[in-house]
Nanobody, 117 residues
């Protein structure tokens, strides 16, 4: 069973930065894409950023220019660098991986990010 373990969440003031990490239990190159989602209290889970096997990426409009997703295949790790954080970025952030060959989606346990004004 694939395991995804997130870390790096915490509490910061508005304008601050955090870097989230997601370590996979197997080669991340085996996934078609990996991404970060977030869920704020009372809201639906939403896509934040996706990175594809060969490095291309896309972002939600709300985070473009502030967040950067990256990957280190050697470390089986995907990162989310978050800058210029806003209170509305407060949420639990989840790592996600998709493997098309078996039509499986995997999720981490989530890491809390809290941004105070």
């Amino acid at each position: 069973q694939v395991q995804l373990v997130e870390s790096g969440g915490g509490s910061v003031q508005s304008g601050g930065s955090l870097r989230l990490s997601c370590v996979a239990s197997e080669s991340i190159f085996s996934f078609n894409n990996m991404g970060w989602y977030r869920q704020a209290p009372g809201k639906q889970r939403e896509l934040v950023a996706t990175i594809f096997r060969f490095g291309s990426s896309n972002y939600a409009d709300s985070v473009k220019g502030r967040f950067t997703i990256s990957r280190d295949n050697a470390k089986n790790t995907v990162y989310l660098q978050m800058s210029s954080l806003k209170p509305e970025d407060t949420a639990v952030y989840y790592c996600n991986a998709y493997r098309a060959s078996v039509s499986e989606t995997y999720w981490g346990q989530g890491t809390q990010v809290t941004v105070s004004s």
